[in-house]
């Protein structure tokens, strides 16, 4: 069997940096997005060529650069790439360079070549690529590298693919349809380069979210608070005036949502794609204003000084949120998507890591939420398994969740992992359809002993101190308090944060006890329904929620749980 060079160096990994690789694929050099806010690295490579590429008798830092989707962490250094090598061709989708034209005026965007779904093209006589929606924003695509070396002693020349994918999602969302695993199958792909995401966590269904959400924001209105949303240009906004303009127990609120002037160019970059979307957005534009409403109870507007509170308020999520003060007054929530970047803690990221509001005013108040466009690790793992590729790299800023991923058995079993961390170059087999042991490619299983001792009245775990070493351990201990959970035969073990113990404790005082409510039943416990007759069984439930089979909680019982609350 021929063998080819294949390489991968990770310039950026996460939105901070940037996403940018450079892959070899025999005698091609390829980028794989540039989000680089300094592409000085990509200048320096020329001058080091045993740093990436093996390095052509070229001026350009590579011949191709795709573009997967149009959020600045892949799009932030095309600009300035294409100032320094006007020449350098880059492809994308037409949705992707659509959206970027609108948001962009210059020149580089219109210079884009557009490349249609699901048909490969010619990049040279040897080399094609093909687009795959990659699903959760319109235009962002999985891409597909081919290259067929010549083989004069083959009738049937041997190809190498290289599949690379940013952010996907393998549900519906309201503007995109989900990535189409069933295109990906038979494909043969010899190199995986995928995203971490989530890592190995699984989400709640997304009704679940959208439906916690709401009720975040009917409590928080209620309470006479205005809530300020910071959000990206391109994607969750967009998501979230949806939600809001179409979820019938919201469009009866009496409010007034108001969208910052860069996020509303998002939602007119969206306007110029309509035909893309799936058919019953295209309805409801037909009907009305896609994102605009100023009459009836719900508006939705471009921002403008207001004096109408409680209101509700998108802000770009590098806005300065401090800016707002004056506008939205002193009783704020301040409500974080949780980011990809952090998803061990999930709903509690603490406020400056993710979006610098350790200097908000005082009366503010904070709250994450989850409204998830990114797969999670199981979602991740079925992807993988419909592609079957022969070596998976996953990428993410923390090295903790690429060692997640790089331990799940079923993976191990059947692929060869690696991870891929900023600056380390990944340099594959010469030949991509041999393995190597598991012990080769990733690293072993950190175990911790352990004892258990049984009294009359608990239960006792001990663990070695070795594990407080792990950066992990800060999130799970954090209120000192865990919930234990059998799973089959195993007993799984999650610690209880701070920000979970006052969502229960605030949705156990707020509802009469005489309603007729999840939270007044007998097998709601710790946000979780344990009725096994119930079809939401084992899942969180909202509080306020109620199923066919619910059952009251003795009077006793509700005193008791009562105090825990108030405790």
């Given at each position: 069997?021929?063998?080819?060079p294949?390489?991968?160096f990770?310039?950026?990994?996460?939105?901070?940096?940037?996403?940018?690789?450079?892959?070899?694929?025999?005698?091609?050099r390829?980028?794989l997005?540039c989000?680089?806010?300094?592409?000085?690295?990509?200048?320096?490579?020329?001058?080091?060529?045993?740093?990436?590429?093996?390095q052509?008798?070229?001026?350009?830092?590579?011949?191709?650069?795709?573009?997967?989707?149009?959020?600045?962490d892949?799009?932030?250094?095309?600009?300035?790439l294409?100032?320094?090598?006007?020449?350098?061709?880059?492809?994308?989708?037409?949705?992707?360079?659509?959206?970027?034209?609108?948001?962009?005026?210059?020149?580089?965007?219109?210079?884009?070549?557009?490349?249609?779904?699901?048909?490969?093209?010619?990049?040279?006589?040897?080399?094609?690529i093909?687009?795959?929606p990659?699903?959760?924003?319109?235009g962002?695509?999985?891409?597909?590298l081919?290259?067929?070396?010549?083989?004069?002693?083959?009738?049937?020349?041997?190809?190498?693919?290289?599949?690379?994918?940013?952010?996907?999602?393998?549900?519906?969302?309201?503007?995109?349809?989900?990535?189409?695993?069933?295109?990906l199958?038979?494909?043969?792909?010899?190199?995986?380069?995928?995203?971490?995401g989530?890592?190995?966590?699984?989400?709640?269904p997304?009704?679940?979210?959208?439906?916690?959400?709401?009720?975040t924001?009917?409590?928080?209105?209620?309470?006479?608070?205005?809530?300020?949303?910071?959000?990206?240009?391109?994607?969750l906004?967009?998501?979230?005036?949806m939600?809001?303009?179409?979820?019938?127990?919201?469009t009866?609120?009496?409010?007034?949502?108001?969208?910052?002037?860069?996020?509303?160019?998002?939602?007119?970059?969206?306007?110029?794609?309509?035909?893309s979307?799936p058919?019953?957005i295209?309805?409801f534009?037909?009907?009305q204003?896609?994102?605009?409403?100023?009459?009836?109870?719900?508006q939705?507007?471009?921002?403008?000084?207001?004096?109408?509170?409680?209101?509700?308020l998108?802000a770009?999520n590098?806005?300065?949120l401090?800016?707002y003060?004056?506008?939205?007054?002193d009783?704020?929530?301040?409500?974080?998507?949780?980011?990809?970047?952090?998803?061990?803690?999930?709903?509690?990221?603490?406020?400056?890591?993710?979006?610098?509001?350790?200097?908000?005013?005082s009366?503010?108040?904070?709250q994450?939420?989850?409204?998830?466009?990114?797969?999670?690790?199981?979602?991740?793992?079925?992807?993988?398994?419909?592609?079957?590729?022969?070596?998976?790299?996953?990428?993410?800023?923390?090295?903790?969740?690429?060692e997640?991923?790089?331990?799940?058995?079923?993976?191990?079993h059947?692929?060869?992992?690696?991870?891929?961390?900023?600056?380390?170059?990944l340099?594959?087999?010469?030949?991509?359809?041999?393995?190597?042991?598991?012990?080769?490619?990733?690293?072993?299983?950190?175990?911790?002993?352990?004892?258990?001792?049984?009294?009359?009245?608990?239960?006792?775990?001990?663990l070695?101190?070795h594990?407080?070493?792990?950066?992990?351990?800060?999130?799970?201990?954090?209120?000192?308090?865990?919930?234990?959970?059998?799973?089959?035969?195993?007993?799984?073990?999650?610690?209880?944060?701070?920000?979970?113990?006052?969502?229960s404790?605030?949705?156990?005082q707020?509802?009469?006890?005489?309603?007729?409510?999840?939270?007044?039943?007998?097998?709601?416990?710790?946000q979780?329904?344990?009725?096994?007759?119930?079809?939401?069984?084992?899942?969180?439930?909202?509080?306020?929620?109620?199923?066919?089979?619910?059952?009251?909680?003795?009077?006793?019982?509700?005193?008791?749980?009562?105090?825990?609350?108030?405790?």
């Amino acid at each position: 069997m021929s063998s080819i060079p294949v390489k991968c160096f990770p310039y950026g990994v996460d939105s901070q940096t940037g996403i940018c690789f450079g892959l070899q694929l025999g005698p091609y050099r390829i980028l794989l997005d540039c989000g680089l806010a300094d592409i000085s690295r990509l200048q320096k490579s020329l001058t080091l060529p045993d740093d990436v590429f093996d390095q052509k008798s070229s001026e350009q830092p590579a011949d191709f650069v795709l573009c997967s989707q149009a959020h600045t962490d892949h799009t932030g250094g095309l600009e300035a790439l294409h100032r320094h090598y006007p020449t350098l061709p880059i492809y994308t989708s037409t949705e992707t360079q659509q959206l970027l034209s609108h948001l962009s005026a210059n020149e580089w965007t219109s210079s884009c070549n557009t490349v249609a779904w699901n048909t490969p093209l010619a990049l040279s006589t040897d080399l094609t690529i093909e687009f795959i929606p990659a699903g959760w924003l319109p235009g962002a695509a999985v891409c597909l590298l081919t290259y067929t070396p010549p083989n004069l002693e083959s009738d049937r020349p041997k190809s190498y693919t290289v599949a690379y994918t940013g952010d996907f999602y393998l549900t519906h969302t309201r503007f995109a349809p989900a990535l189409p695993t069933a295109c990906l199958k038979g494909r043969f792909v010899d190199l995986l380069i995928i995203k971490g995401g989530y890592g190995t966590l699984q989400h709640p269904p997304r009704k679940q979210q959208e439906s916690e959400f709401i009720q975040t924001l009917l409590r928080a209105l209620a309470a006479e608070q205005s809530i300020l949303i910071p959000v990206p240009q391109l994607g969750l906004g967009q998501e979230i005036l949806m939600l809001l303009r179409t979820h019938a127990e919201f469009t009866r609120q009496t409010v007034t949502v108001w969208v910052d002037e860069f996020v509303a160019k998002g939602c007119d970059a969206y306007a110029q794609i309509l035909s893309s979307f799936p058919s019953a957005i295209q309805n409801f534009a037909h009907q009305q204003f896609l994102f605009w409403q100023s009459t009836g109870r719900l508006q939705v507007r471009r921002f403008a000084s207001t004096s109408q509170l409680p209101c509700i308020l998108l802000a770009h999520n590098q806005a300065c949120l401090q800016s707002y003060a004056r506008t939205l007054g002193d009783q704020v929530l301040v409500m974080e998507p949780t980011l990809p970047e952090y998803p061990q803690v999930l709903c509690d990221v603490p406020s400056n890591t993710a979006l610098g509001t350790a200097s908000l005013p005082s009366t503010w108040e904070t709250q994450s939420f989850l409204l998830a466009q990114a797969c999670d690790g199981p979602s991740t793992t079925q992807l993988i398994h419909n592609i079957r590729p022969h070596h998976v790299a996953f990428y993410h800023r923390s090295p903790l969740v690429v060692e997640d991923l790089t331990q799940i058995a079923d993976l191990q079993h059947r692929y060869q992992l690696y991870p891929l961390a900023r600056g380390e170059r990944l340099k594959l087999p010469q030949d991509l359809s041999s393995r190597q042991s598991h012990e080769e490619l990733a690293p072993p299983i950190q175990t911790y002993a352990g004892e258990l001792v049984e009294a009359e009245s608990a239960v006792t775990l001990s663990l070695s101190t070795h594990i407080l070493d792990d950066p992990r351990w800060q999130t799970f201990a954090d209120t000192g308090l865990i919930e234990a959970v059998w799973q089959g035969h195993q007993l799984v073990i999650r610690g209880l944060s701070q920000a979970e113990l006052l969502r229960s404790s605030a949705s156990q005082q707020t509802l009469d006890s005489n309603r007729t409510c999840c939270a007044n039943c007998h097998y709601y416990r710790n946000q979780r329904c344990w009725q096994s007759e119930s079809a939401l069984y084992g899942f969180k439930v909202s509080p306020q929620g109620v199923c066919p089979v619910y059952e009251p909680v003795d009077a006793s019982a509700a005193e008791t749980r009562s105090s825990a609350a108030e405790g």
